[in-house]
């Protein structure tokens, strides 16, 4: 199965490209690498949900964002390099959750972008990842998930 048919077996599609927010492209390939501009949760061409993790929001809403970022993050890498077919590993994630000072599940929120890539290439989804706590991230959303895949 592929993975574009994984995502469609749990209901998902690929949204269109984020378009970037400033001097930035949402991905770029070098050599077997694609690295991922950081990708927040738009919908739609606006932010699904804005706040602090701990100030309003909770995990689980959380970690609906970071599943976001994560197609977001997708849909920018099957635009580098046509198919995600082509993508043999995700190598490493890492999520920027905005939160309070408080507020200390930032790997939880992460897994709902780390679930979601293991969903879709299984064994190959699996990765290396840092989960960061942050003040504010851009457009007041809550998370942001940037990402580097090993492709052929």
């Not at 602090?52 to 809403?61: N, S, T």
Request: hydrophobic share 45%.
């Amino acid at each position: 199965m592929t993975p574009e048919e994984r995502l469609a077996e749990l209901g998902l599609t690929l949204p269109p490209v984020v378009p970037p927010v400033a001097a930035y492209v949402p991905a770029l390939r070098t050599g077997d690498l694609v690295y991922t501009s950081g990708q927040v949760p738009i919908v739609d061409g606006k932010p699904a949900r804005t706040g602090k993790l701990g100030a309003g929001l909770g995990v689980e809403e959380g970690q609906e964002m970071a599943r976001i970022c994560a197609l977001n993050a997708l849909a920018a890498v099957k635009a580098e390099i046509g198919d995600l077919a082509k993508v043999r590993r995700v190598v490493k994630v890492v999520a920027f959750v905005a939160s309070t000072p408080d507020f200390t599940d930032q790997p939880k929120v992460a897994n709902g972008a780390s679930e979601l890539f293991q969903e879709v290439f299984g064994e190959a989804g699996r990765h290396a990842r840092s989960a960061v706590g942050v003040a504010a991230l851009p457009l007041d959303v809550p998370v942001e998930v940037e990402i580097i895949v090993e492709v052929s």
